[in-house]
């Protein structure tokens, strides 16, 4: 693989993904990695492997952040403009106009893509005009009839239309008289989607494109349940799945994709199909999972944003542990933390362990801001 000394710029170090994508990042010697943080009190302006960390206090206005990412591609001389979360990466898509040093983004889909792909419903029916699998869906307003579920079929899922994560506001429903009572119970001050439910299991497909072409990937189906059976998972298999990769290839093409994206989706267990069930438009929590398996995600990104070229890769086969995860399996069976082969590279610890000063910092604020609320 080409290798030079690049420059990235993450414009969005506030985001609880930036530890995953400086793991990623760090394992390149020839990258320099500057962060920009509306958070002055961020725990990875710490690590050894920030090269320079700035801090701009949030203010209401876009375009005063654009200006400052001006200032840092200016002072630091950077090569890539890297954001890493749906609402930065939005952001900078919408404004673009305004960096001065437009060769310098990363690689971005339009706006009209991107809505179409952070929004359940949006997406929802650009499936169904595309002929991509996904469940029969219907979006509830804040005042509208519940009755517009009946045109779908029992059980349904009912979640948040936007926002959210970590399982919050998702439920599934046997029948309709147990979701009449679950929206009388609750008065939502957003719009939910409902969604016939799958019989069958998640899986998941994590990208990077250029114009709907898939530059690298992988495909992987979690193996030990996180808090909850739709929060993230603690514990992963990568694996093949051809038929899978068809349906990814063929909605990252209907969409014109750029940039990466995590596809959440579901096998149905009836029709052996793959469904597309959502679109996480951004870099994702498990990144250290897709680098311990050979794809490092961030890496490939910044090259890819710079023309660079590079062999296209194939990820391992490999089971993998976030640190939950291990610390789960260990209380399972304590014999484990001596499967050492497994923990230092099935695991993040060893990423962890060359990095830790973020880690402490983080605890320390943690545990003192708990005793400072007790003693209050």
Not at 41 to 59: A, C, I, L, Q
Request: net charge neutral; hydrophobic share 40%; with cysteine.
């Amino acid at each position: 693989m080409e290798k030079r000394k690049i420059s990235v710029l993450i414009p969005d170090g506030e985001s609880h993904i930036l530890l995953y994508v400086i793991n990623c990042l760090a394992q390149i010697k020839a990258i320099d990695i500057y962060v920009m943080s509306n958070k002055k009190d961020n725990p990875m302006r710490y690590s050894r492997y920030v090269k320079g960390f700035s801090y701009y206090p949030e203010t209401d206005s876009d375009l005063d952040w654009i200006a400052n990412i001006n200032t840092e591609v200016e002072k630091r001389d950077v090569d890539v403009i890297m954001p890493i979360f749906e609402t930065r990466i939005r952001s900078l898509i919408q404004h673009q106009e305004g960096i001065l040093h437009k060769n310098k983004l990363g690689l971005l889909p339009s706006l009209n893509n991107f809505d179409v792909a952070i929004n359940k419903g949006a997406l929802a029916m650009h499936l169904e005009e595309n002929d991509i699998p996904g469940p029969k869906s219907i979006t509830i307003g804040y005042n509208e009839s519940i009755n517009k579920v009946d045109i779908l079929n029992f059980p349904v899922i009912i979640k948040p239309l936007e926002g959210f994560g970590g399982g919050q506001g998702i439920d599934v429903f046997h029948n309709k008289e147990d979701l009449e009572k679950h929206f009388t119970k609750n008065s939502f001050d957003y719009i939910n989607i409902i969604q016939e439910y799958i019989e069958g299991y998640d899986i998941d497909c994590s990208v990077l494109c250029e114009h709907g072409e898939i530059l690298a990937y992988t495909i992987q189906k979690g193996n030990m349940f996180g808090k909850n059976q739709f929060s993230p998972q603690f514990g992963l298999q990568f694996l093949e799945e051809p038929e899978l990769y068809k349906v990814v290839e063929k909605l990252m093409k209907s969409l014109n994709w750029s940039g990466v994206a995590h596809i959440d989706m579901r096998y149905d267990r009836n029709t052996g199909s793959f469904n597309i069930v959502e679109v996480n438009t951004r870099f994702w929590v498990s990144l250290d999972a897709s680098l311990i398996a050979g794809i490092n995600f961030p890496y490939l990104y910044a090259l890819s944003s710079m023309n660079m070229s590079y062999e296209k890769l194939k990820f391992k086969f490999i089971n993998y542990l976030n640190l939950k995860g291990l610390i789960k399996r260990i209380r399972q069976n304590p014999f484990f933390i001596f499967k050492l082969r497994f923990v230092l590279n099935n695991t993040p610890l060893k990423l962890a362990l060359m990095d830790p000063i973020p880690m402490i910092y983080k605890f320390i604020t943690r545990t003192r801001n708990l005793l400072m609320a007790r003693f209050r």
